[in-house]
């Protein structure tokens, strides 16, 4: 009878190396092969590690997936430093129990976690050319800051338990040009990816992050592609932050979270500040956030086709406060938000903003925004006219008790209007425009009626008209008989009963029909101010 293998001892094909990795993985304790040189333990150059630092990834696999019982008294965990790990880390499918800790380590292969479960796992300043681990669940963390990572990171359907860290990442793409393909990830707390450098496309179509997903400080760079960040259908239950960072002096020097940045309103003296950079487009169509969208200080760079795409974004609150983008395309088509917090530097001019449908409650401006670089930015987004953003404004300032903004903003309505009308109603137009300003300034209508009354009133009191009928009229009133002509419908005793002779018939016309204007007009202002009550 075969006797089982004893899982206390290391198999014979273990090198020395390896074996005093087994060893420190049973005492929990971190297996340094470290030189305690910075320069020539820095993973990312090009410096050639001797073979007293190398460990094999099959070794690696066995005891993360098969490893040795704990000595008594301590707890098994596999963390090494300054380490090279050669060989392809396949741990696909499998179940890995241990915390993982690998710091200032090389690996010669791919990691490959797909359908893998986990329970913490930490790669700190790590050099790796590859991570697969679609369908990877963790019951913990899940740490990569600092890691340079050649071909890109696949985390699609991934669920991570607590925490993604991505901190200062450099992440090239892979031949699909995607840095992160994580469609249809799960994080159930934060996703942390603060001042990452990523060349290629990250993909977050779907994705649902539990608390706060931020990109503080970060570059995305992807301008032959389509677009830096694609993640339409992205759900954050607070707040996404692409905003900037502030880095502290020293911050490579830190090993444990939060990796030397921190991140206030104002840094302190000696700070390093970070905007966040999208260097391609950017799509959050369909997203859903429960606090805020930040843009506060964000750089977006584009050609172009390209577009900061938020197409049916609901949240709460858009702060757009980044740097006015000189090319591309912002588009707000159908979102919905509460509070828009803006600046009238922040958005980029006419051709360059489409908010058809675009749904907001209060306007927080930050800064100077009159109301004329307001109406500019809703001219902006409707290069051909449409009513619908001026509208929108309107009830927005009258919500907030801005009445007098408000016509403002429907007296520029109509006027947008006007230039797409054939030729009698732009002349009709700018008439009702110089007379009572479309009804939304009626004062103007009472001051034309009291100037016509009062040169009416002087004409005729240089007149003597014969009654129409001698017995029956009243007597000549000249103001009285100015007033009845201009003021339609209503009778006031002077129309009717006299006669006008020559050039007194066209004074008498003119008043008629300039009061059937002002009164028309005044009407339809009045219709107005009725339909919005």
């Known amino acids: ?63 993360l997936l098969s490893g040795p019982p704990a000595l008594p008294g301590r707890v098994a965990a596999l963390k090494l430093n300054g380490v090279q790990i050669t060989g392809t880390l396949n741990l696909s499918g499998g179940t890995v129990t241990p915390y993982v800790e690998l710091t200032n380590c090389r690996f010669e292969g791919e990691v490959l976690m797909p359908e893998c479960r986990v329970t913490t796992v930490r790669m700190v300043n790590c050099a790796i050319p590859r991570i697969e681990a679609a369908r990877l669940q963790t019951e913990g963390d899940l740490h990569l800051p600092r890691c340079r990572i050649a071909r890109g990171i696949r985390l699609t359907d991934a669920h991570i338990g607590t925490d993604l860290l991505l901190n200062e990442a450099v992440i090239r793409g892979d031949r699909k040009g995607r840095s992160i393909a994580a469609d249809g990830l799960s994080v159930a707390q934060d996703l942390q990816a603060e001042l990452i450098e990523s060349y290629g496309e990250v993909s977050l179509r779907a994705a649902n992050v539990g608390v706060t997903l931020s990109l503080r400080g970060s570059r995305l760079v992807n301008p032959d592609g389509r677009r830096a960040l694609n993640a339409p259908q992205l759900t954050v239950e607070r707040t996404l932050y692409m905003t900037a960072a502030a880095v502290s002096p020293g911050a490579t020097e830190t090993t444990t979270p939060p990796y030397g940045t921190t991140y206030t309103g104002t840094p302190a003296r000696g700070t390093r500040v970070q905007p966040f950079v ?114 929108r404004l309107a009830t927005v300032l009258r919500n907030s008790g801005e009445d007098a903004d408000a016509r403002e903003v429907l007296l520029a309505k109509q006027r947008r209007r006007r230039e797409t009308l054939p030729l009698a109603g732009k002349a009709w137009g700018v008439l009702q425009d110089v007379t009572v300003a479309y009804g939304y300034r009626p004062g103007r209508a009472a001051l034309w009626m009291a100037v016509l009354w009062a040169m009416g009133a002087l004409a005729f009191s240089h007149y003597d008209p014969q009654p129409i009928k001698p017995d029956e009229h009243p007597d000549w009133n000249a103001s009285l008989y100015a007033l009845d002509l201009l003021i339609p419908v209503i009778n006031l005793g002077q129309d009717g009963y006299w006669k006008l002779h020559g050039s007194w018939q066209w004074v008498s016309a003119v008043l008629i029909v300039l009061g059937w204007i002002l009164a028309t007009t005044v009407a339809a202002g009045a219709s107005r101010l009725l339909r919005r009550g």
């Open 1 to 63: 009878m075969t006797e089982a293998p004893d899982v206390a001892v290391a198999p014979d094909w273990f090198s020395p190396v390896e074996l005093g990795m087994w060893e420190a993985f049973r005492n929990g304790s971190t297996y340094d092969l470290s030189s305690r040189n910075r320069v020539r333990d820095d993973p990312f150059s090009g410096r050639v590690w001797g073979p007293e630092r190398y460990v094999k990834a099959r070794a690696v696999a066995l005891l």
């Open 278 to 391: 999208c260097e391609g487009g950017l799509r959050l169509d369909d997203g859903r956030f429960g606090d805020a969208v930040d843009f506060q200080s964000a750089r977006f760079v584009m050609r172009d086709y390209q577009e900061v795409s938020l197409r049916r974004v609901q949240t709460p609150e858009l702060r757009f406060l980044g740097e006015r983008p000189e090319r591309g395309r912002v588009v707000l088509s159908g979102a919905r938000v509460v509070n828009l917090v803006d600046m009238s530097t922040s958005w980029p001019g006419p051709g360059g903003l489409a908010m058809g449908g675009f749904s907001y409650d209060n306007l927080i401006p930050r800064g100077l925004f009159p109301l004329t670089r307001r109406l500019e930015w809703v001219g902006a987004a409707t290069p051909e006219y449409a009513p619908e953003p001026y509208e």
